[in-house]
């Protein structure tokens, strides 16, 4: 069936009249539109990928291309996609990014949490609602294969929180290694020389390397406009180690949603966009035009991905500037752009807190914070773990709290939610079984580099991704130690705070999130980074486990 808006909006008219709201209005959490079904093959094969113009004979790749095919659905629609495993040696999953999975658990692709890797040759069939909309990507959860090629763009189309006459296809932007992700996974394992290294930026799977070209297309690709149109653009990080800026030289555009929360429209010239995280903007093609920013001569203008400052994977004197894209005007002109982008802050941190207000409000059960429970306050930091199967000084692993995760791929942890009462030390479960209430977390990166009783911590941000849900962002801030300061305490926003499901946590600094315990299962909680990720900074969150063992 083609993908239309049509059943959608003739949903969403009726609902209105019925309940007197707007469709952007709309719970989203509660109610969704009669969807149809939208099935998809996905086919995970091997293949030699060239992004840059180097080839890559470790490439792993969704139906023989990078990024994989686009996947539409219309908010309420069901997904069925069937995902065939052709790789030579590994198993695989698929995991869909920011999907909440209410009530479909088993469906989030998770190797060793909620299913077993699909062995080679086999298939696994995926089947969940889209009950949100916006955008998202898709990519393997095993270790590290998406960093490899295994990634695609998904978008589930709905309302919008602003105007706009033409929709762009979704921007993919990542970070590139012409190596296998394994091998420079060793490299951060063993500290050689302190992190991997990444080499060159791709968007849409395209870049430059040395003076060379990706086979997949141009140098820097062109995006035609007309003066006066609004374009919603969809821009999507799914790197591996790098935190990107987003913007078009004399424009700018208007911030309609983060993840798949639609917020108040705000308006920048550029925007930060974290491993993981989404924003749909929408850009109206209608140049500046002053003295600061003349007007092009020739009507093009770079878009540019710069790599942040101290949340990026390359090596420092040796890291491409930045990729770039071209928006041409019509009458489409061949000529290369001649402006330049404003002086853009280049810090490694969020979009700023205070913009990213939800359409839909929540409102948060105050606590305060000095009476947390302290036992779900995590820091992050790199541990040598003395027992169990990954024992011993030859590799660092990081982690939350007390040791890195370790999971049983051929004992997910969904099958273990019958009988299991007391978890394995490795298994770094957080239970949670308030079916009403909210789940606080507290957590902090080391302002310094310094060595504790059983970790090392490094200073370094982290952009923390939760499955299954998505969370109030109650306080973010760069200070670490004024989460136990009485005489500098934290603000906390209980009246409608931003929420998403990727957020920051800036070097030295700290977040305090809250989500709704109302999914039940097994979802994970990790930092996005795949090194650290792959290298165990992840929790298990159990939700409701009576009710996943009640079938509910």
């Known amino acids: 069936m083609a993908i239309g808006f049509d059943q959608v909006v003739k949903w969403l008219v009726t609902y209105s009249k019925l309940g007197g709201k707007r469709p952007i209005d709309t719970d989203y959490e509660t109610m969704y539109p009669p969807g149809v079904l939208r099935e998809y093959w996905l086919v995970v094969d091997n293949k030699t990928t060239n992004g840059d113009g180097i080839d890559n004979p470790y490439g792993k790749v969704f139906n023989q291309t990078y990024p994989g095919p686009w996947i539409k659905a219309c908010w309420g629609d069901l997904i069925r996609v069937h995902v065939t495993n052709k790789l030579r040696y590994n198993g695989t999953t698929v995991h869909w990014h920011g999907i909440r999975q209410n009530g479909t658990m088993e469906m989030d692709g998770v190797n060793g949490v909620t299913q077993c890797p699909i062995a080679p040759n086999d298939t696994f069939t995926c089947e969940f609602r889209a009950l949100q909309y916006g955008s998202s990507w898709y990519h393997s959860h095993y270790s590290l294969q998406y960093a490899d090629g295994l990634a695609g763009p998904i978008t589930i189309f709905g309302p919008s929180s602003g105007h706009y006459d033409e929709a762009k296809d979704p921007i993919l932007i990542t970070d590139w290694n012409h190596r296998s992700a394994f091998q420079e996974w060793e490299r951060e394992l063993r500290g050689i020389p302190t992190r991997p290294e990444m080499n060159s930026i791709l968007m849409n799977g395209v870049g430059n390397f040395a003076g060379k070209t990706g086979s997949e297309g141009l140098l820097c690709d062109a995006y035609s406009t007309n003066r006066a149109k609004k374009y919603l653009l969809r821009i999507i990080n799914t790197s591996v180690d790098t935190t990107f800026l987003f913007g078009i030289d004399n424009?700018?555009?208007?911030?309609?949603?983060?993840?798949?929360?639609?917020?108040?429209?705000?308006?920048?010239?550029?925007?930060?966009?974290?491993?993981?995280?989404?924003?749909?903007?929408?850009?109206?093609?209608?140049?500046?035009?002053?003295?600061?920013?003349?007007?092009?001569?020739?009507?093009?203008?770079?878009?540019?991905?710069?790599?942040?400052?101290?949340?990026?994977?390359?090596?420092?004197?040796?890291?491409?500037?930045?990729?770039?894209?071209?928006?041409?005007?019509?009458?489409?002109?061949?000529?290369?752009?001649?402006?330049?982008?404003?002086?853009?802050?280049?810090?490694?941190?969020?979009?700023?807190?205070?913009?990213?207000?939800?359409?839909?409000?929540?409102?948060?059960?105050?606590?305060?914070?000095?009476?947390?429970?302290?036992?779900?306050?995590?820091?992050?930091?790199?541990?040598?773990?003395?027992?169990?199967?990954?024992?011993?000084?030859?590799?660092?692993?990081?982690?939350?709290?007390?040791?890195?995760?370790?999971?049983?791929?051929?004992?997910?942890?969904?099958?273990?939610?019958?009988?299991?009462?007391?978890?394995?030390?490795?298994?770094?479960?957080?239970?949670?079984?308030?079916?009403?209430?909210?789940?606080?977390?507290?957590?902090?990166?080391?302002?310094?580099?310094?060595?504790?009783?059983?970790?090392?911590?490094?200073?370094?941000?982290?952009?923390?991704?939760?499955?299954?849900?998505?969370f109030a962002l109650l306080s973010q801030g760069t200070n670490s130690s004024q989460i136990n300061d009485p005489n500098n305490p934290v603000t906390l926003k209980f009246d409608n705070p931003p929420r998403r499901d990727v957020a920051l946590i800036p070097a030295g600094g700290y977040l305090i999130v809250a989500f709704k315990a109302d999914n039940p299962g097994s979802w994970l909680f990790h930092c996005h980074i795949a090194w650290h990720a792959s290298s165990g900074t992840i929790l298990t969150a159990l939700r409701r486990v009576t009710d996943v063992r009640a079938g509910s």
């Open 251 to 470: 424009h700018y555009f208007e911030v309609m949603s983060s993840d798949f929360v639609p917020i108040y429209p705000y308006t920048v010239d550029h925007i930060l966009v974290g491993i993981g995280q989404r924003y749909h903007v929408v850009l109206h093609a209608k140049p500046r035009n002053d003295t600061k920013f003349p007007a092009s001569d020739n009507g093009n203008y770079w878009i540019r991905t710069v790599a942040a400052d101290g949340c990026k994977g390359f090596e420092d004197g040796n890291e491409p500037d930045e990729r770039q894209g071209i928006l041409r005007y019509e009458p489409v002109s061949t000529e290369v752009p001649q402006t330049w982008r404003d002086n853009w802050t280049k810090d490694c941190t969020d979009e700023k807190y205070e913009n990213l207000q939800p359409m839909l409000p929540w409102s948060i059960p105050p606590v305060k914070l000095d009476e947390r429970d302290r036992s779900k306050d995590l820091e992050l930091g790199i541990e040598k773990v003395k027992d169990g199967p990954h024992a011993g000084d030859k590799f660092s692993w990081w982690a939350f709290g007390e040791r890195p995760l370790w999971l049983d791929f051929s004992k997910p942890t969904i099958t273990l939610l019958e009988e299991t009462k007391e978890w394995p030390d490795d298994y770094v479960i957080v239970p949670a079984e308030n079916r009403d209430g909210r789940v606080y977390l507290v957590i902090t990166a080391p302002s310094l580099d310094r060595i504790g009783t059983n970790k090392t911590f490094k200073s370094l941000a982290h952009p923390l991704h939760l499955h299954g849900h998505d």
